[in-house]
């Protein structure tokens, strides 16, 4: 059990995503997230084209925002122990191999934390991740960049490559 810290709230963006089983992964993953953080918001959880055109099936994939007085490092390991649960297996080597339930930590509070590469790249380099963002969130303004989740959404991904639809099943 991972010990609340006497921290304010902050605000946090959390990259959802799974391809094995994600009826089943995504409501756990996300009634977890509830009972973790507060707040809890949920984007358009979407159905999208493997990375790199590989022979997987689709994944769900959407976005979190929630508050939480833990400290990045102590959310990165919840969210670590929440893939574990799910029966995430890592292949070293393989980033892009399917998975059960993948939890990234996409932004914490409204600065950069170098050490940690936050925010995430992937935040707006992945249409799956920054449309699902913007909906959310539309007047984030992306630290390092300048622009809200909304104007990068806007300007990066007028047409989205990888997201194929909503996905049909019970988020829970």
Same mark, same amino acid.
């Given at each position: 059990?991972? =010990?609340?810290?006497? /921290?304010?709230?902050?605000? #946090? !963006? #959390? *990259?959802? *995503?799974?391809?094995?089983?994600?009826?089943t992964?995504?409501p756990?993953?996300?009634?977890?997230?509830?009972?973790? +953080?507060?707040?809890?918001?949920?984007?358009?959880i979407y159905?999208?084209?493997?990375?790199?055109?590989l022979?997987q099936?689709?994944?769900?994939?959407?976005?979190?925002?929630?508050?939480? &007085?833990?400290?990045p490092?102590?959310?990165?390991r919840?969210?670590r122990?929440?893939?574990?649960?799910?029966?995430?297996?890592?292949?070293?080597?393989?980033s892009?191999?399917?998975r059960?339930?993948?939890?990234?930590?996409?932004?914490y509070?409204?600065?950069l #934390?170098?050490?940690?590469? !936050? &925010?995430?790249?992937e935040?707006?380099?992945r249409? +799956?991740?920054?449309?699902?963002?913007?909906?959310?969130?539309? *007047?984030?303004? /992306? &630290?390092?960049?300048g622009?809200?989740?909304a104007?990068?959404?806007?300007?990066? +991904?007028?047409? &989205?490559?990888?997201?194929?639809?909503?996905?049909? +099943? =019970?988020? *829970?």
């Amino acid at each position: 059990m991972i =010990p609340s810290a006497p /921290h304010p709230l902050q605000p #946090i !963006l #959390i *990259g959802l *995503g799974s391809n094995l089983c994600p009826e089943t992964h995504v409501p756990f993953a996300l009634r977890e997230l509830r009972t973790a +953080f507060a707040a809890v918001r949920v984007s358009t959880i979407y159905w999208t084209k493997p990375l790199k055109d590989l022979p997987q099936p689709p994944y769900a994939n959407g976005v979190v925002a929630a508050s939480t &007085p833990l400290l990045p490092c102590q959310v990165k390991r919840l969210l670590r122990s929440l893939e574990d649960r799910a029966g995430r297996t890592r292949q070293p080597g393989d980033s892009y191999a399917p998975r059960s339930l993948d939890l990234d930590l996409l932004a914490y509070g409204d600065g950069l #934390i170098p050490e940690l590469s !936050l &925010p995430d790249d992937e935040l707006v380099e992945r249409d +799956f991740v920054l449309l699902p963002a913007a909906e959310l969130c539309p *007047g984030w303004r /992306h &630290p390092r960049l300048g622009k809200t989740l909304a104007e990068l959404a806007r300007e990066l +991904f007028p047409a &989205p490559p990888n997201i194929l639809r909503p996905v049909e +099943f =019970p988020l *829970g």
